[in-house]
């Protein structure tokens, strides 16, 4: 549990072995912008993240350089990992017996996380179950991200990798996001009272199959950044790869820029 008013993440921070990290309202988790490793919060296949904040006290996971002097990726961002069905990938043998049972599932499918190591089995997500949670985000803003955790490899404000419908997200922000400012990765997690303002690319980005539902997303592009509001894939390499991608949005409102389009529907 996180109770103190401030913590600074140095380098890649990981919640593994099914644990659960608790995060109380008004906690602030700083980005470490000093020690050349980028600093992310990574939540692994089955533990997770209670993050709730309230209105008056949000939790906030920003960069730690000064306030007037934050920078789109200052530090990675937010990855929460799960075990909800994905449309890519292959059943990686470990010589764990249950592993070995999960592979022998009809459609259990693992990706990894882009920019950690393919050795690091902590960047793993997928699997067959549908309504697990990775978490409770609640009254939490997340600011400045979009690091690389490799060459080429950012991270978004808000990554989701197979999280599952049990997952609970409302009342968030991103905000200047250097890559995407929320992308769901399959599954089946959903959300509600989103905003996502000033992503660098796209604002909502989708694809391996991710079935959630949204509700009251307020996405804003700024003038001279930014990419798409929405976009939408399920897999460039097979586009009837199932489960196809099929989210539910409803109560949206895009606002954008001449140089910005709202939605990108394809593959």
């Keep these: 549990t996180w109770s103190c008013p401030l913590y600074i993440l140095q380098g890649k921070v990981f919640v593994t072995d099914g644990a659960e990290l608790t995060i109380e309202a008004g906690v ?19 533990a997770s ?5 309230t209105a008056d006290e949000p939790v906030v996971l920003s960069s730690g350089n000064p306030e007037g002097a934050r920078q789109t990726g200052d530090w990675a961002g937010v990855a929460l990992m799960g075990s909800a069905a994905i449309n890519s990938g292959s059943c990686i043998d470990d010589g764990d017996p249950a592993t070995e049972e999960a592979c022998e599932s009809p459609g259990f499918l693992e ?8 050795a690091d089995d902590r960047g793993r997500f997928g699997g067959d179950d549908d309504t697990s949670s990775c978490g409770t985000l609640k009254y939490v803003r997340i600011e400045f991200a979009g690091a690389e955790l490799s060459p080429d490899n950012e991270l978004n404000g808000l990554t989701l990798g197979a999280c599952g419908s049990g997952t609970e997200i409302s009342q968030v922000q991103v905000h200047r996001g250097k890559d995407d400012g929320i992308e769901f990765f399959g599954g089946t997690a959903g959300m509600d009272h989103v905003v996502i303002s000033g992503a660098s690319d796209d604002s909502l980005d989708w694809d391996l199959g991710w079935r959630g539902q949204v509700q009251f997303l307020v996405v804003h592009q700024f ?23 099929n989210p539910t949005i409803f109560n949206a409102t895009l606002v954008g820029t001449p140089d910005t389009r709202g939605m990108v529907l394809r593959e």
């Design 28 to 46: 602030q988790v700083l980005g470490d912008t000093s020690s050349g490793e980028e600093s992310a919060l990574l939540v692994t296949r089955g």
């Design 49 to 53: 993240l209670n993050a709730v904040g």
């Design 111 to 118: 990706g990894r996380l882009e920019g950690i190591d393919a």
């Design 223 to 245: 003038l001279g950044i930014g990419d798409n509001g929405f976009e939408s894939d399920n897999l460039g390499s097979d586009e009837d790869a199932e489960p196809r991608s």
